[in-house]
Structure formats: structure tokens, C-alpha cells
């Protein structure tokens, strides 16, 4: 009986030595292994390069979301991919008060960068040369950089920074083809025809891009000659809020209309209450019927 004691003693010990040393095995193991067996998620990086020509073919658009404050422009990049590889690149801006391009403006000598810039050549012609270098190489990758504004030696003869074009092709491969907007390109400009009871007429100017609405402007004209509308407003002189208890001066109901018309880029979407004004545009309470109407007048279609 002692010797079966005994036995039983020895294989519980046994037993429990197998189950400790199995339990100490597995933490090792959960801390070890990966934690899913799922296969990993695919790289969102964006691709800055395509020497493979696997692109998909498409139309590729990229701006950046808000104007310089500084100089008043913001960076327009459109792509076409055709048989897997980019084929044509456009480089161009777009001012806060809209009216030309950047590429026009330069073209027709009204950017003036090497007259006041001492540049050895227009920005348009230095655009155009890191355009043919992104459609001869497949890529911007490798660029160097030669100071934290963006200056590169890489191109002879572009002296002027390409870091917003890299940064912006980047972007426009990563979202994918975007197509082409539903606007004729060029600068578009509506006045309306009579001033107000007030002493003003509105005006509205658009720049678009890629059949793109890229900067929209609307102001007004003032039947003294004085200031313009929007001047007016920002140097407090209009006073909405004062006199009219608004819940913001007129010119930053304005810009709210002018970012919802890039952002939708259909007029259709501010729709109207009560004729004039909308419930479209969340802090808008101005009549805005005027500025749908010369937008309308101003833009084209495709």
C-alpha cells in the first residue's frame, strides 16, 4: 500500500511539472509570435516613382488646399498616364483673387521673375524644363535638394523650388486618375450690370484648371470709386456685424462660399432659400443669389 502511495505521489508531481513547464512554453510563444496571421496591409505610401510603367492611365490632379500668404498663390499639378507611363506633366498656380494662371501669367510677361527676381529665365521656362525631366526619367525621386526651401541642383538652368511640385505629383499618384472637371480651362470674369441701392455691384472672377475650379473671387465694386467690397470688409469699415448683427463680416461669409464652390465644384450645390439666400453653406447667412448668378454667367462648361 506504502509502495502505491508512493507511485501516485510520484506521477501527480510528475504531472504537474509537465503541465507548468507546457504553460511557460506558450507565454513565450505569445510574446514572440506575430500577432495575427493575416497577410499585412498593403503600403499606402505614395508612389514617387514609375520606372516600371504600371501606372494606371488617367488623368492625375493635385492642388494645394490653401493660398500662400505671402505671394498669393497655390500650386496646381495635372498628369496624363498613357500606356503605363506619364506622358505629359503641367505645373501651375492659381492666385487668391483668381484671374490667369500662373503659366499664363508668366507667358505673357506679367510675372516678371527675372526682372525682379534677377532669375536667369521665366518661371514658365524653368517649369517646363522640371516638367521634361519628370517625363523623361518616370520620377522625381533622387532630386538634390540644396537648402530647406526647396532649391535643387539636379535641372540646369532651374534655380527657382520644386519641392510643392514634387510633394504635389507625389500626392496626385497616390489618390489615383481623378479624370478632368466639368469647366473649360482658363479666367473668368461676370459683373453684374447695375450698382445696388446700396452703392455697390458684385463682381466674380474664377481660374480653373483641369476643368477645375482651382480659385474663385468675389467682390464688389463701389459706386463712389472707393474701396472694393471685400478691402472694405476686411479693413472693418463695412461693418455687417455691428450694424447688421451677422454672425461674421461679409468677407468671411464670402470666403466660406468661395471654399465650398472649389471643394463642389457645381454651382447647382448652393442651393437657394427664399431666392437669395442658401442653407448650403454652414455660417453663410448673406444673400448669395447674386454671386450663383454671375458664376453661372462666368463659368463654361465642357
Same mark, same amino acid.
Given at each position: 500500500?506504502?509502495?502505491l502511495?508512493s507511485?501516485?505521489?510520484v506521477l501527480?508531481m510528475?504531472?504537474?511539472?509537465?503541465?507548468?513547464?507546457? +504553460?511557460?512554453?506558450d507565454?513565450?510563444?505569445?510574446t514572440?509570435a506575430?500577432?495575427?496571421?493575416?497577410p499585412?496591409?498593403?503600403?499606402?505610401?505614395?508612389p514617387?516613382?514609375n520606372?516600371?510603367?504600371?501606372?494606371?492611365?488617367?488623368?492625375?490632379?493635385?492642388?494645394?488646399?490653401?493660398?500662400?500668404e505671402?505671394?498669393g498663390?497655390?500650386?496646381?499639378?495635372?498628369?496624363?498616364?498613357?500606356?503605363?507611363?506619364?506622358?505629359?506633366? !503641367?505645373w501651375?498656380g492659381? +492666385?487668391?483673387?483668381?484671374? +490667369?494662371? +500662373?503659366?499664363?501669367?508668366?507667358k505673357d510677361?506679367?510675372?516678371?521673375?527675372?526682372?525682379?527676381?534677377?532669375?536667369?529665365?521665366?518661371?514658365?521656362?524653368?517649369?517646363a524644363?522640371?516638367?521634361?525631366?519628370?517625363?523623361?526619367?518616370?520620377?522625381?525621386?533622387?532630386?538634390?535638394?540644396?537648402?530647406?526651401?526647396?532649391h535643387? !541642383?539636379?535641372i540646369?538652368?532651374?534655380?527657382?523650388?520644386?519641392?510643392?511640385f514634387?510633394?504635389?505629383?507625389?500626392e496626385a499618384?497616390n489618390?489615383?486618375?481623378?479624370?478632368?472637371?466639368?469647366?473649360?480651362?482658363?479666367?473668368?470674369y461676370?459683373?453684374?450690370?447695375?450698382?445696388? !441701392?446700396?452703392?455697390?455691384?458684385?463682381?466674380?472672377?474664377?481660374?480653373?484648371?483641369?476643368?477645375?475650379?482651382?480659385?474663385?473671387?468675389?467682390?464688389?465694386e463701389?459706386?463712389?470709386?472707393?474701396?472694393?467690397?471685400?478691402?472694405t470688409s476686411?479693413?472693418?469699415?463695412?461693418?455687417m456685424?455691428?450694424?447688421g448683427?451677422?454672425?461674421?463680416?461679409?468677407?468671411?461669409?464670402?470666403?466660406?462660399?468661395e471654399?465650398f464652390i472649389m471643394?463642389a465644384?457645381?454651382?447647382?450645390m448652393?442651393?437657394?432659400?427664399?431666392?437669395?439666400k442658401?442653407?448650403?453653406?454652414?455660417?453663410?447667412?448673406?444673400?448669395?443669389?447674386g454671386?450663383?448668378n454671375?458664376?453661372?454667367?462666368?463659368?463654361?462648361?465642357?
Amino acid at each position: 500500500m506504502r509502495k502505491l502511495l508512493s507511485l501516485l505521489l510520484v506521477l501527480v508531481m510528475m504531472s504537474s511539472l509537465f503541465i507548468g513547464c507546457a +504553460k511557460n512554453e506558450d507565454e513565450v510563444e505569445a510574446t514572440t509570435a506575430p500577432a495575427t496571421t493575416a497577410p499585412a496591409a498593403e503600403s499606402t505610401e505614395a508612389p514617387t516613382q514609375n520606372v516600371d510603367g504600371t501606372l494606371a492611365d488617367g488623368i492625375y490632379f493635385a492642388t494645394e488646399p490653401t493660398f500662400d500668404e505671402a505671394s498669393g498663390w497655390k500650386t496646381v499639378v495635372t498628369l496624363e498616364v498613357a500606356g503605363g507611363n506619364i506622358v505629359s506633366a !503641367d505645373w501651375n498656380g492659381a +492666385k487668391n483673387v483668381a484671374g +490667369k494662371d +500662373k503659366k499664363t501669367t508668366s507667358k505673357d510677361g506679367e510675372y516678371k521673375m527675372v526682372e525682379f527676381g534677377k532669375a536667369q529665365s521665366e518661371w514658365h521656362e524653368q517649369a517646363a524644363l522640371v516638367e521634361a525631366y519628370l517625363i523623361e526619367n518616370q520620377t522625381l525621386e533622387g532630386l538634390n535638394y540644396t537648402d530647406g526651401e526647396g532649391h535643387i !541642383d539636379t535641372i540646369a538652368g532651374v534655380s527657382i523650388t520644386v519641392n510643392e511640385f514634387e510633394a504635389l505629383v507625389t500626392e496626385a499618384l497616390n489618390q489615383g486618375p481623378v479624370g478632368s472637371g466639368p469647366y473649360v480651362d482658363g479666367s473668368f470674369y461676370a459683373s453684374e450690370a447695375d450698382f445696388s !441701392d446700396s452703392g455697390w455691384k458684385d463682381n466674380a472672377s474664377f481660374t480653373v484648371i483641369n476643368g477645375f475650379v482651382v480659385s474663385a473671387y468675389w467682390n464688389g465694386e463701389s459706386k463712389d470709386g472707393a474701396k472694393d467690397k471685400k478691402t472694405t470688409s476686411i479693413d472693418g469699415e463695412y461693418k455687417m456685424v455691428e450694424f447688421g448683427k451677422a454672425i461674421a463680416e461679409w468677407h468671411e461669409q464670402v470666403q466660406l462660399i468661395e471654399g465650398f464652390i472649389m471643394d463642389a465644384q457645381d454651382i447647382e450645390m448652393i442651393t437657394l432659400v427664399d431666392g437669395a439666400k442658401t442653407d448650403a453653406v454652414t455660417g453663410v447667412t448673406i444673400a448669395v443669389d447674386g454671386f450663383v448668378n454671375l458664376a453661372k454667367e462666368a463659368l463654361k462648361l465642357r
